[in-house]
């Protein structure tokens, strides 16, 4: 990334510098560094990208700041103005952490895949009108890869553990690689 007094220049875009110079799109890619110093431009490193699902950032030792895994017990304190005097309160709130929410998203990814097929259900009920056999697996597939996703998710002891459930990875080197799918289970499709 290279920066003009402080502000960072975009490649491929026209430029002014403070003396009113104006610099053409490609500028930046054509000039020499010793060029863009005798303007003073400097390059400084692109600061690395992260999962924000799973990170907060980078540290200043350049290491991932994991998110919160586990829920956690929180004691904020406040102090109020009443008509005595200063008076300190707390309240307590559980904070959640990742496996919370991940075990939510997966509960509500099965409700959403179950609830079109929800009035065979009822049907079955209420006008004893059997559900039909691929409608009763499908369902049963959908509450079972649930179940098996919200346990994967709850084994999990790391950040790095839980991100991995959802990414491929790859195995071996050069021509002898292998991708090993994710380690969550598919979803059912409803047309199989």
Request: charge should be negative; aromatic fraction near 8%.
């Amino acid at each position: 990334m290279f920066i003009l007094n402080g502000n960072p220049l975009a490649l491929d875009r026209a430029f002014t510098t403070p003396d009113g110079t104006q610099y053409p799109r490609n500028w930046l890619r054509l000039a020499t560094a010793e060029q863009r110093a005798a303007i003073g431009i400097t390059e400084v490193p692109e600061t690395p990208v992260h999962d924000q699902r799973y990170y907060w950032g980078y540290d200043a030792d350049g290491n991932l700041i994991p998110k919160q895994l586990e829920d956690e017990q929180v004691t904020v304190w406040e102090d109020v103005t009443t008509d005595v005097g200063i008076a300190s309160t707390s309240r307590t709130y559980t904070q959640t952490g990742l496996k919370t929410l991940h075990i939510s998203q997966t509960k509500e990814t099965a409700n959403t895949l179950l609830s079109p097929t929800d009035w065979y259900v009822v049907r079955k009920f209420e006008r004893d009108v059997n559900v039909p056999v691929g409608i009763a697996s499908y369902r049963a597939s959908v509450i079972s890869v649930s179940s098996e996703r919200e346990s994967l998710i709850g084994l999990t002891t790391s950040v790095a553990e839980l991100k991995g459930l959802y990414e491929s990875s790859v195995v071996g080197v050069g021509t002898e690689q292998t991708i090993q799918p994710p380690a969550m289970p598919e979803w059912p499709n409803i047309n199989n």
